[in-house]
């Protein structure tokens, strides 16, 4: 079994579904995400256009974190998933140096490394990813890529052709796919980054009672 | 390159989450400094030895005890850095092998015990033979000590800027650079002028050598990869700029001159200037150089 993901941009509208509920089924703090929607504009008033890319950990099958973790706190499970003993992890920091994708950070409240995870808690019950169950239009598609039955094997085949995976070039062989995507919405150098588009990561803590 | 067709998409990042900023910040360039320090002065060590013995016998214990001393400064950097500083011995008890943080640490602990053997022997016995004897072993354990730093880079696959070849010539280079700076000011006058000589040929060509690379990265480096014109983009003209060429001018071009001046007047005055530079420049360079890939956004 290998599991992975697939995007489909062309149907992603942006509404954060995902985010939250990856938010809340893994109670990932403030200020950090295992998920999270980036937004990109392009063009030129008024032909202009918004572009809705939701970015995760790819769990690579040849994995930079997995190889550089000291301890083995970042290790494979037999369905591919790239998991993390948070118990085990010395919060070195090498896992986010080596990951490409910018997927992996460091959890304040642990001091740990965190990550998603598939949300291999749920697999482990026969529940989907909670981002998959959040999505209002289906763009999220998850399952067995060594089944070629499955709906994500499916959706491969179906879109030969304009099936991507980010960095590439880095020989990191994800196993997370995008199906609309292009230099815009996953070369991060595609891109301008102005000021305040990352306003939400300076929320700390959030006041509790108005003051 | 896809930089360039910004002005064609005008695409603009509106939402995204922030980078996560410096990970590895001074703590880490303190980390590569004294350890630079702590190996470099037993490559010097080992090589006075054998080439000079008998000028060069007094050195045997305050090299030890150098290395012993910026090696710990290393290691308690090392181990504050960590976010769960007291899972450390995890790296012993759950190693892997993949990892060159797990390789490096089992190397420094054999480093550490063989130096403090060492130290044993020369302090407490008095025994040359026997600390001529392990500081073999402790110079071939150096080796990979130095380069570990090197190989995590490396496995650092998202900061594209730090190349294995490169970054493995630079760490010995960066330890030769500080070894033979360390020794220039505990000896003091001590030192017969054909030693003074040496040490300010090895200074010298360790700061010419480690120059030569960072200006090859420089020109040659965006050719490789478009993420490496984007970082090198900080010091060309960025917001690193000064700091770099303080960091290359202290390092390499003052000692550089210095060793060249100093070996025409037969001047030690200037060689310590060169080596009080050299060393300074070592951490300014190498902190630039650890801080500018953690810049750049991954997503």
Not at chain 2, 93 to 105: E, Q
Not at chain 2, 134 to 146: D, E, F, I, K, S
């Amino acid at each position: 079994m290998q599991l992975g993901f697939l995007v489909d941009l062309r149907l992603c509208m942006g509404c954060k579904g995902c985010e939250i509920a990856c938010k809340v089924e893994n109670e990932v703090p403030l200020s950090t995400w295992r998920l999270r929607v980036k937004y990109v504009d392009v063009g030129t008033f008024p032909e202009t256009k918004r572009t809705f890319t939701p970015l995760r950990c790819n769990h690579c099958a040849n994995a930079p974190c997995e190889r550089i973790c000291p301890v083995s706190a970042l290790h494979y499970l037999e369905n591919g998933i790239v998991n993390i003993d948070k118990e085990r992890c010395i919060g070195c920091a090498g896992c986010v140096m080596a990951c490409p994708y910018g997927a992996i950070y460091i959890d304040p409240q642990t001091q740990t490394a965190d990550k998603c995870t598939y949300c291999a808690h749920r697999i482990a019950s026969a529940m989907m990813p909670s981002c998959v169950v959040a999505c209002p239009v289906e763009a999220n598609i998850f399952g067995d890529l060594d089944d070629p039955m499955s709906s994500i094997s499916k959706y491969i085949q179906s879109h030969q052709g304009n099936v991507q995976v980010r960095k590439p070039e880095k020989g990191t062989f994800p196993h997370h796919y995008y199906v609309g995507g292009g230099n815009v919405t996953l070369n991060p150098l595609a891109s301008f980054r102005g000021e305040g588009h990352n306003l939400f990561n300076n929320l700390k803590h959030l006041p509790i009672g108005g003051h | 390159m896809v930089h360039e067709t910004i002005a064609a998409t005008n695409a603009v990042v509106v939402l995204d989450v922030a980078l996560p900023g410096i990970v590895w910040g001074w703590i880490i360039t303190m980390n590569m400094w004294a350890k630079s320090i702590g190996t470099g002065i037993i490559f010097l060590g080992f090589y006075l030895l054998k080439k000079h013995p008998e000028q060069t016998g007094f050195i045997r214990f305050p090299v030890v005890a150098i290395s012993i001393v910026f090696i710990h400064i290393f290691l308690f950097f090392t181990v504050i850095d960590l976010h769960q500083m007291f899972r450390f011995w995890h790296i012993f008890f759950y190693p892997h092998l993949t990892s060159a943080i797990t390789i490096g640490a089992w190397m420094a602990t054999g480093f550490v015990g063989l130096l403090l053997a060492m130290a044993y022997f020369i302090y407490m016995k008095k025994d040359e033979a026997m600390y001529d004897k392990l500081l073999g072993w402790t110079v071939l354990l150096a080796v990979p000590v130095t380069l570990y730093t090197a190989g995590l880079m490396a496995q650092s696959t998202a900061r594209e800027l730090w190349q294995m070849p490169t970054e493995s010539a630079q760490m010995i280079l960066a330890a030769l650079l500080a070894g033979s700076a360390t020794m220039i000011l505990l000896g003091g006058n001590k030192f017969s002028d054909a030693v003074k000589k040496d040490l300010a040929v090895v200074l010298g060509l360790a700061a010419a050598a480690a120059f030569i690379l960072y200006m090859a990265e420089i020109i040659f480096g965006p050719m490789k990869a478009e993420e490496v014109a984007a970082v090198l983009h900080y010091i060309k003209g960025g917001e690193y700029t000064v700091m770099f060429w303080i960091g290359q001018v202290m390092a390499f071009i003052v000692p550089m001159v210095l060793v060249c001046l100093s070996l025409k007047n037969q001047s030690y005055y200037l060689l310590k200037i060169a080596a009080v530079s050299a060393l300074i420049g070592l951490w300014v360079s190498k902190h630039v150089w650890l801080v500018i890939p953690q810049l750049l956004p991954m997503s």
